[in-house]
């Protein structure tokens, strides 16, 4: 016998029956475990889109969001892929002529419609929302607001979207829409996590909102908004403060301080050297301000600054009433406030003001972030405008106002204290979503959120793959040993030729 025929008798795995059963083995558990990964694998993603326009009272701007096609129950995450700044003034400044506010949006809108790709133009829903610019001009003439949201109408209805209204925002929607986009971008809702307060600051209004364990909604229900998401209920307080958006309080504080009598106003809010002549007329041109239009007074004022910080801050808490209060604790204006519980983010004019500030960072104490504004505000306006040639002016002007403002505003309205300061962070957008209401209120209306939390499958697909893997081999192992009465015999010998 030759010595190959002596090997393969002694090796029993050299049969032609066990070599065919363990490549049909392998090539089984191959297929089984290829399968199992091609089966998950995520397909190319396909998106659906909305779009949402933020009416704000300074100006509108459009945002796009996107989220996966194929999750059920539109699952998947939903993300802002552009956003487009609508040139000119917010549509509440159309008053006068509305069809221009509708023209004005035209470009953002062509600009989405090249975004959005053409087959999901017909099923992406566009909204549009306005806040405290609309709802001042609609106290002040309701007749103009509706010219204003006709027209406005008008222009969205020729874009290809599905169009599903325009409509002026409730305080309270703008405050818990800003809670809901700021909780869902840093994964807090899905996840039942501690919540982060909301803290919004328009031109026209401001809005705080946040869950409190000393707060049920019983003690002032109007602040209080609830909300069943994935599976958690939250009890949320919601204020919003008509005319204490950044704007609106400047004029309050320059109206307040023009009551002393005609002619100038020496303002510890504008830096030394600044001087405009403004008109009354603009200036008491909001419900804000108008019923304090001093009578007889001249067409203009001499605006002068002389930036002093304390002075400044003084003027500031006089359009605040921290004296009413029928509740067991007050913000002001005799508006119910439960005890502070953050973290907070603060977003839209807060950002924009401390970070032109450099301010953003709350890890520096109060007190310093004080002296910061005081030496900023003492700056001559000469050397502010060297110090920054590409800002308008007239939005560099109001820097001083503005941070004293928030500063007084979080402090003595809203009683943070040198110690809750830290717990507010200064945020522009999350993950690359800009932090405002328009992605909550997107998220509300598409109900993209759903009441219970989502049944998720048992395991992940890494885990389904391995397992899948680990029960193929262990089948076949058992299939080898069944077809033990097959095996050639062994002998224990080695066998004599
Ligand atoms: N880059 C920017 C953009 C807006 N802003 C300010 O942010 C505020 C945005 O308010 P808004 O138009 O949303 O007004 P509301 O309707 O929310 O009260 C305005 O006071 C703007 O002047 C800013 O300070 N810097
Ligand atoms: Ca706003």
Redesign the pocket.
Known sequence: MSAQREMKEKNPWHTPVTIIITVIGVIAIVALVTVAVLQNRPLPQKYKYGIVL?A????TALYIYEWPAEKDNNTGRVEQTHSCKVKGP?ISSYASNPLKAGESLRECMQEAEQRVPGKRHHETPLYLGA???MRLLNMENSVASDKVFQAVEEALKKFPFSYQGARILSGQEEGSFGWVTVNYLDDRLKQGLETTGAL??????TQISFVSDNYNGSESPRNSVTFRLYGNDYNLYTHSFLCY???QALRMTLAHQSQAGPGTVLDPCFHPGYTETKNYLVLYDSPCVSDRKPQGAPATFNHSGNGNFLECQKNIKSIFDFNSCKYSQCSFNGVFQPLLQGPFGAF??YY??MNFLNLTNTSIPLDTVKEKLKDYCATPWNQIRQQHPNIKLK?LAEYCF?GTYILTLLTEGYNFTSESYSDIKFIEKIKGSDAGWTLGYMLNLTNMIPAEAPDSPPLPHAGYVSIVSIIAVLIFILFIFSLRPLWPRCSKHPQIV
């Open positions: 933020d704000g009272s300074s100006h917010g806040t405290a610019g919004d600051l328009g031109g026209a209004s958006g950044k704007d839209s004019a924009f003001v939005y503005a």
